[in-house]
C-alpha cells in the first residue's frame, strides 16, 4: 500500500483514497474526512500508478453498505486446534518509556475465532473499565488498545474474559475462559523488563491468557495478607539471629567495633513481591531500617552498613531524611565503593548525651 491508493476497510463499511501513511496507520480521505486505520485492515482495490492522471476516486458508501463484506479464507494450522492466547503491551519508544504510549496486542495462536473482552482497575478502585470487547479472527496478532503512562495508575489489575468458537465447520468446543492479571505497572518504566517473545519483532511485556485450551493461571494475592506474611517471616527471622547472637556471645566475647550489614533490597526481604505496592515495599524497607537502628543505638562506635542499591535513588533519600531528622548525631558516609559499589551507606552510632552523662564522675571530671 502507497499513497494515492483507494482502498476499502476490511472490518468496516466505507474506503477511500490513502492521503498520508504513518507507521502502521493508514489515513484515508473517506468523503471528506481523513480516518485514521491500521493499514493491515485495508484491502486496496487500485492503486495510485492507475489513477495518476484521474481524478481522486471515492468509495460508493451506499452500495457498499448493501455490499457483504469481504472475507478472506481462514488458513488453519497444523495444530492450532490447540487454543493458546498471549497479551503483550508493546512500547511505541522503547527509548522514552516515560512518555511513550504502549499498543496492547492480542495474539490467537489458534484456529479459532475468540470472541474477548478485557478491562482494568486500580488497586484502590472497586469498579471496571472495559477497554476492549470484540471478535480476534484466527491466527492472527490483534491490536486491542492503546495504553498511556498516565492511565498505568489504574491498571493494577486485568480481568480478561474470552469464549473460542470456527465458523462455517464442525470444531471442538472450548470453555470460556476467565483470567485476572495482577500487573506490575513498574515494569512498563523499566527496559529490561521488556523481553523478546516469539510472537512479536520487539521486545514486549507479556501475558499468557490460555495454555493448551486452559485458562493460564494467574495467582492474585490480596495485599493485606501478604504484608502479614512478610512481617511474620521478618519475625521469624529475627528470633533466629537474636539465638544466634546468644549462641555467640556464650562462646566468644562480640567485638567491639564490628559491622553489621543489612540489606534493605525488596528481593532479600520478601520471597515475592506481588500484591505490594512500590509505597508499601518502601515502607517495610524503612521499617527494617529503623528496626536495625533502634537496636544497636546503646552500642556506640558500632557501624552499619545499610545496602539500598544505587536505583533511582528513593530508599536511599528516604534513608537519609531518617538519619537527618529521627537519628540525628550519628556518623554517616558512603560505604566503601569497593565493597559495595555506590549502592550503601554506613552509620557509626555515637554515644548520646544521656550515655555520655553516665560515665561521667560525680565531681564533674572524665574517668
Known amino acids: 500500500m502507497k499513497i494515492g491508493d483507494t482502498v476499502r476497510y476490511l472490518n468496516a463499511v466505507g474506503g477511500g483514497r490513502v492521503t498520508r501513511i504513518d507507521g502502521d496507520m493508514a489515513y484515508v480521505d473517506d468523503d471528506g474526512f481523513e480516518t485514521p486505520v491500521l493499514v493491515r485492515e485495508c484491502v486496496v ?17 451506499a452500495k457498499d453498505r448493501a455490499a457483504a463484506p469481504t472475507k478472506l479464507p481462514v488458513v488453519e494450522t497444523k495444530d492450532g486446534d490447540v487454543l493458546n492466547l498471549v497479551l503483550g503491551f508493546e512500547p511505541e519508544n522503547i527509548k522514552a518509556l516515560s512518555q511513550t504510549t504502549f499498543g496492547a496486542y492480542l495474539v490467537n495462536d489458534s484456529n479459532y475465532y475468540i470472541y474477548l473482552a478485557v478491562m482494568s482497575r486500580g488497586n484502590d478502585e472497586e469498579r471496571w473499565t472495559l477497554r476492549y470487547d470484540g471478535l480476534v479472527e484466527p491466527n492472527i496478532q490483534e491490536f486491542l488498545f492503546e495504553l498511556t503512562a498516565a492511565e498505568l495508575a489504574h491498571f493494577d489489575r486485568l480481568e480478561v474474559h474470552y469464549m473460542a468458537f470456527k465458523r462455517d465447520r464442525v470444531f471442538e468446543a472450548k470453555m470460556p475462559g476467565r483470567v485476572e492479571l495482577k500487573v506490575d505497572t513498574v515494569k512498563f518504566a523499566r527496559l529490561h523488563c521488556f523481553r523478546p517473545n516469539p510472537y512479536f519483532d520487539t521486545p514486549v511485556i507479556a501475558y499468557d491468557i490460555a495454555v493448551a485450551d486452559r485458562p493460564a493461571s494467574q495467582p492474585v494475592y490480596d495485599a493485606a ?55 508499601d515495599i518502601l515502607n517495610f524497607q524503612i521499617d527494617r531500617f529503623t528496626d536495625v537502628m533502634k537496636a544497636n543505638l546503646h552500642r556506640p562506635g558500632t557501624r552499619i552498613i545499610f545496602i539500598h542499591g544505587k536505583g533511582d535513588g528513593v530508599l536511599r533519600q528516604a534513608v537519609m531524611k531518617e538519619l537527618t531528622h529521627r537519628f540525628k548525631g550519628h556518623d554517616v558516609q558512603d560505604a566503601s565503593f569497593r565493597e559495595y559499589g555506590f549502592g550503601a551507606t554506613q552509620v557509626t552510632i555515637r554515644a ?15 574517668k
Open 45 to 61: 482495490i487500485s492503486h495510485a500508478s492507475a489513477l495518476a492522471d484521474a481524478p481522486v476516486a471515492k468509495v460508493d458508501i
Open 225 to 279: 495478607s501478604l504484608a502479614e506474611g512478610m512481617a511474620r517471616k521478618e519475625r521469624d527471622v529475627r528470633r533466629q539471629a537474636n539465638s544466634e547472637r546468644k549462641a555467640s556471645n556464650l562462646n566468644s566475647p562480640r567485638p567491639k567495633n564490628d559491622v553489621i550489614e543489612v540489606d534493605l533490597h525488596a528481593s532479600a526481604m520478601f520471597d515475592s513481591t506481588e500484591g505490594l505496592s512500590s509505597a
Open 352 to 366: 548520646s548525651a544521656s550515655q555520655l552523662q553516665e560515665h561521667r564522675p560525680k565531681n564533674g571530671k572524665r
